[in-house]
């Protein structure tokens, strides 16, 4: 078992094999993709797996959600903040660091169970002094405001004064590896002791002063005797330093105890951050590390009942499986609705954070099924943030709402007009120009959100004012042409972003005359069987019948292309026409291998593709094609697919299940699982891929339990297990009811009911209620 | 030769092996000797052999004598200040530094000849990407405001963008990998762009707000042309950076020119530090590196003309002694007389840069010899802190003036009065307390500088007035015993720390009366030949005839310990009565073997000494005893003399010379010259042994040269070469004239006089004028 490695008395409470993602050795090269694994979130902050002795290669980045800068960068980024973690040992000067031993036994483990992070080192130092060092952390989810970090030492073969350093380090830049990019985004305000004891430093955004103050004790233990002497407070520049130090006798075990809290304005005036971290302090010292431990893992533990996800005969994805839905969940907030989740979590700085289609199309469902509270949140912050699609469509030229295809706090456009390349060209971006589907994945999420909920009260009142803006914008973005009688949309980009700008592309385009039918049905069942939020709705937004009438006009003239006399539906208009490339290569793990073509021809001028762009359609609105559709179009398009992107193979997993087509299944729902523990992609050191773990969820959910929602509101499920499942169980949130449901190798479903009222269920097309 | 390891066109100005020191392989364990080693200094400022790319380990400080700040610690130090030398080389973001590649490539020399250093590596990165790199700096001594370096940087396998980071950081704390001692003695006051290109901090002492100015820019070329593109300055909290990259072709050689510049309010006003650093980069720019690097070179041609010394047929130790004048006359100041040179010159933070008797008793004959101008500037520090010496007596109960044991910028006493030990337990240091008998090694100073320059001048004027006060203050310490009808000075420490505190030192005694007679014989002398001068004394300070024979009174009965019926001075009074521990066995280097006694009782309750006391005494005033006296004491101590001290080897090695034992003289000169170049001591990362290096000159000189003027003022050579010796050559400053001595191997003598007005030269006894 993983956790014998780990202190004895820890080992109790940690989580057995299936919990446990172990580093057995340790290779300085692995550090960044480390930091982005053993991340630790609880929903408020994120803190990355990074030493707390400091390596030489680290990027120890600590995140609040919604504390965001600008400065000299291109976009609004989630500023790094001074990291509170740094907790040194020395003996006689000598740094006791994983970088400065030798190391003669070596463990980390993230416990996903008790989302805490274990470690256990014997170090040799030059001299030839053992130490032992078992140690733990975690980032309380009971109390969002407490972190801490427990430490048991022991010198093995020696006796004498440690001497000790608690740092709270201002020092910390973003993107601190890439000299071109380096951009610091916090000043420090005060550098200070705190209180009696410990380190306190007050730090502010540059751009909006927004402040933020982490503070730290350190603690030393012979049994409950405090032994830390010589205290002394260091203001190095930007670095808060508690000097301090204890004596220990060989073999002797002392244990060690860092507190630490951070508060940020958007919870306390900048004024009183310095009393209440220091309270906060004050409080977890005298509850206890272990006690906050405890009620941290038992909040984890709730949370478990509802995510975790069992897969029995196949060990390794199923704890593949596991840790996509830790970081997924970890990062969902329950508390606040004015932040969303970010495209690498709150695990890594690329992205700044920011919420991409990503949030509705590969995330969304994982919350609204599992965790409907979180879920609602990342609605709202859309729904904040209507007032600033608004004036972004208005910028743009356009009525109505336009999301924009980045978004941090403010909801203004964080997708740069520019990029900066490597070798320090700009090349203008134009992705926030052409892409402008993301408004309508943020309408279908309304949709998929309340399919899921039945949450009315959203619909009707944060809903179907979202979805009349977008609406509004669609109707105005599409371009009647008198000539050909119909309505289009050109010059956008799709989901495939290997062809920019193209016309009338097929996703966009369904999905503006989804958006603008979707609306039109609301507002027609709203003005009979909800007259009074109609009223509100119409007053807040001025939308009178004739709108609508004219909506209704659009919406039957949009034009979407496809294949005449075939079943093929066409990407964009011209597709066809582009030389035909097909992938005819895969390598061992059937991955496709980029045809020789690609040499001689750019992407954009073949039908090459980087992701499901018309496929992508059919998983999102799958009930409004017929099977031979899907199929026909599955085929032809799977074929032409690179992957280039990791929202790629959940989606075609998802879909081959759908088609009958299980070959890949499989195969990709490993690749999506493992692409972040195996850094198949080799970027897991700039943070977890977020909308591929939700995609994860939905391979296994949506896929090989075939679990969907019917254009009747009913829960389908209709599975297709692989040959080396034995059993897959799961829990879901639907219509306000907590089921479970339970497939055995054989494909036979059983469903229980935990809480709520009975639903019905569709099991292979047998309905029953529960 | 070793200059061949380096840019063709950079090698034929190098020295030849004689002047280089080499550094062929990388060891990050040697980077703090070698930071010491390597440290270039210019009078003005030093500043440590720390790598550019920045290591692991490392002590990267600037100090510019008489910045000093103390903040928390015990005494004021030299504050280090923002590190200019940053640079950092990325391809492709991966650092091309000595610890981020495989080295394929090694060579660094101290060029002793230039005052600079050269380097040259070829460096493989992860990638195979292979960089050849040829590197020198130095700072300017013919415009000590500049630092320079340039860089050729030749990708040798691979073409493209290389980035560049031109740092100035602020972050530097001292005592940095010291937790317990960390102290940061500057506060960043600014971190903005310099002018239109380039960094530029400022920052102040803590206590004092004393503002330093340092600014640096990065220029790119290929041939004449400048090829530095995307410029980006960034001001990262406490350190400034200056982005920046340019192209290279494969095999292509680029050069990089760092130039910098520092001011300080002690050279010109606060608002006027950042233009005075702009004009300079500016005018060294203009100017060229190349240029400037020739003139500093130049300087440092004319200084070798004075001080080289040249020792044939004993390469190692003719290259080990240069070593030592090097650092020695690099330290030395003609422009500044409110400086001094620390204790480990301006090469490392051991003693925090004070002043202790080295300065008079080890360093300044050196300098009188050498470089009087030098010498006589040392003397002023003196004269200038009278008046703080003044308030110590004052403070301390006495009369006169009473020079601190350790000496900064204001001539307060800055020997702690307690220390830390490593284990955090703070004792009472009693050395400031006890050790008076730098007060009158301050007035002994001031008769050898005389006695070597001549420099009436300064005797009838500052020096008198210093001879004065101290004179007064032994007056006042010594204390008369009626029963015993003498003069008595008790409860204090001699030059052999190990007896602390004892009474009636002889040496502290000895020189006591010394100063007394010494002072009366002038004040006679003045008062007859120069009544104006003697006028302005008297003014000066109050002096009266009356004083003047109560000094005489006190002079004659002070108490000065021996022996009875034998030639034995005693150290202390009783010091004969304490065990009898004598040192029986030495290494195989002829190192004396700490007694096993020793283990059974402390040394102060044994005769065993740290380092030369009575024997100090005969060499400084060797004139006032006869010869058979001398021996007969450094027969007794020399045995009982453990050398404790860096100070010691070299005093015994004169004297050993000077009573005919010439058995250990030769390795004695040896374990001193090569002290830190073997880093003998252990401790070389502190900084060099200043006061070692004085006494490794002064071996050569007054010890195989023979070289001592007598009491009637002439110059006396008797020398006594070693047989590894075939020639000895070297100059004098002496009454003004400069002289070259040069000495077979069979002790023949010749002089040539150089310069100035004819002198006459005693040469084993027979004296002619030359």
């Known amino acids: 078992m993983i956790r014998d490695r780990f202190l004895q008395t820890w080992k109790e409470k940690m989580g057995t094999d299936e919990w446990l993602i172990l580093q057995d050795r340790y290779d300085p090269e692995e550090n960044l993709k480390y930091e982005s694994l053993f991340a630790l979130s609880n929903g408020y902050l994120g803190i990355r797996g990074s030493y707390e002795e400091g390596t030489k290669t680290t990027l120890p980045y600590l995140y609040v959600n919604g504390v965001f800068d600008k400065s000299e960068t291109f976009m609004r980024e989630l500023a790094a903040l001074p990291n509170w973690l740094g907790l040194k040992l020395y003996v006689e000067k000598e740094l006791i660091g994983i970088e400065n031993c030798e190391i003669l036994e070596f463990s980390r483990a993230l416990d996903m169970k008790q989302a805490a992070l274990y470690w256990h080192y014997v170090l040799k130092d030059k001299k030839g002094r053992k130490t032992r060092i078992d140690g733990r952390r975690f980032v309380s989810r009971n109390c969002v405001h407490r972190m801490g970090i427990e430490l048991y030492v022991t010198p093995l073969n020696y006796g004498g004064i440690i001497e000790t350093e608690n740092i709270i380090d201002g020092t910390i830049i973003n993107f601190y590896d890439a000299p071109r990019f380096k951009v610091k985004h916090m000043t420090i305000k005060a550098n200070e002791k705190l209180g009696g004891y410990g380190a306190y430093i007050e730090a502010a955004t540059r751009d909006r002063n927004l402040h933020v103050g982490i503070g730290s004790v350190l603690e030393a233990f012979r049994g409950e005797e405090k032994i830390m002497r010589n205290r002394d407070f260091h203001a190095f520049g930007e670095q808060a330093v508690e000097f301090g130090d204890f004596t220990a006798e060989e073999g002797?075990?002392?244990?060690?105890?860092?507190?630490?809290?951070?508060?940020?304005?958007?919870?306390?005036?900048?004024?009183?951050?310095?009393?209440?971290?220091?309270?906060?302090?004050?409080?977890?010292?005298?509850?206890?590390?272990?006690?906050?431990?405890?009620?941290?893992?038992?909040?984890?533990?709730?949370?478990?009942?509802?995510?975790?996800?069992?897969?029995?005969?196949?060990?390794?994805?199923?704890?593949?499986?596991?840790?996509?839905?830790?970081?997924?969940?970890?990062?969902?907030?329950?508390?606040?609705?004015?932040?969303?989740?970010?495209?690498?979590?709150?695990?890594?700085?690329?992205y700044g954070g920011h919420a991409f289609w990503d949030i509705e199309l590969f995330m969304l469902p994982f919350f609204s099924f599992v965790f409907p509270k979180m879920a609602k949140n990342m609605e709202n912050y859309r729904y904040h943030l209507l007032d600033a699609a608004r004036a972004n469509a208005k910028k743009n030229g356009y009525k109505g709402a336009q999301y924009p295809w980045e978004s941090a706090d403010d909801g203004t456009e964080q997708c740069p007009d520019w990029t900066i390349e490597p070798d320090g060209t700009c090349y203008?971006?134009?992705?926030?120009?052409?892409?402008?589907?993301?408004?309508?994945?943020?309408?279908?999420?309304?949709?998929?959100?309340?399919?899921?909920?039945?949450?009315?009260?959203?619909?009707?009142?944060?809903?179907?004012?979202?979805?009349?803006?977008?609406?509004?914008?669609?109707?105005?973005?599409?371009?009647?042409?008198?000539?050909?009688?119909?309505?289009?949309?050109?010059?956008?980009?799709?989901?495939?972003?290997?062809?920019?700008?193209?016309?009338?592309?097929?996703?966009?385009n369904y999905f503006a005359r989804w958006n603008l039918r979707y609306v039109i049905a609301l507002t027609d069942q709203m003005k009979k069987e909800y007259p009074e939020e109609y009223k509100r709705l119409t007053e807040k937004t001025g939308l009178t019948e004739k709108e609508i009438e004219n909506w209704d006009q659009v919406q039957k003239k949009i034009y979407l292309p496809r294949k005449e006399g075939t079943d093929l539906l066409e990407q964009f208009e011209g597709y066809f026409d582009l030389k035909d490339v097909v992938i005819d290569k895969y390598d061992e793990n059937d991955w496709p291998i980029r045809p020789e073509a690609l040499k001689k021809y750019p992407a954009r001028e073949t039908q090459i593709l980087k992701q499901p762009d018309v496929v992508l359609l059919l998983h999102l609105l799958g009930e409004e094609f017929d099977q031979k559709v899907i199929k026909a179009n599955y085929d032809y398009y799977e074929k032409r697919t690179l992957h280039g992107s990791s929202l790629s193979p959940s989606i075609y997993s998802v879909m081959g299940l759908k088609v009958g087509d299980d070959s890949k299944a499989y195969r990709y729902l490993r690749?999506?699982?493992?692409?972040?523990?195996?850094?198949?992609?080799?970027?897991?050191?700039?943070?977890?891929?977020?909308?591929?773990?939700?995609?994860?969820?939905?391979?296994?959910?949506?896929?090989?339990?075939?679990?969907?929602?019917?254009?009747?509101?009913?829960?389908?499920?209709?599975?297709?297990m692989p040959e080396e499942w034995e059993e897959l169980s799961f829990r879901l949130h639907y219509y306000g009811s907590w089921v479970e449901i339970t497939v055995d190798s054989a494909d036979q479903v059983s469903v229980k009911r935990l809480s709520g009222e009975p639903v019905k269920i569709r099991i292979k097309g047998i309905t029953e209620e529960i």
């Open 252 to 350: 002797e075990c002392i244990r060690l105890v860092k507190y630490a809290s951070i508060y940020t304005e958007r919870e306390c005036p900048a004024y009183g951050l310095h009393v209440a971290v220091e309270k906060e302090i004050q409080a977890f010292e005298e509850e206890g590390f272990q006690e906050e431990l405890e009620k941290h893992a038992g909040v984890y533990e709730k949370m478990w009942e509802e995510a975790n996800l069992k897969i029995k005969g196949d060990f390794d994805l199923d704890r593949a499986v596991r840790f996509n839905i830790f970081h997924l969940m970890s990062t969902g907030n329950e508390e606040d609705d004015r932040i969303s989740v970010g495209a690498k979590l709150l695990t890594g700085e690329e």
């Open 428 to 508: 203008r971006c134009y992705v926030a120009m052409y892409e402008h589907h993301v408004t309508a994945d943020v309408a279908y999420g309304i949709y998929d959100y309340v399919k899921i909920t039945n949450d009315r009260d959203f619909l009707f009142h944060e809903g179907a004012e979202i979805l009349t803006e977008t609406a509004r914008f669609w109707a105005d973005r599409c371009e009647y042409i008198p000539e050909r009688d119909r309505y289009e949309i050109n010059q956008v980009t799709g989901p495939d972003e290997w062809h920019e700008p193209v016309n009338n592309n097929l996703y966009t």
């Open 671 to 720: 690749r999506a699982a493992f692409i972040d523990l195996l850094n198949l992609q080799k970027n897991t050191r700039e943070g977890i891929h977020a909308a591929n773990a939700g995609g994860v969820w939905q391979t296994v959910v949506f896929g090989f339990a075939g679990v969907s929602i019917d254009s009747e509101g009913v829960l389908n499920i209709c599975p297709h």
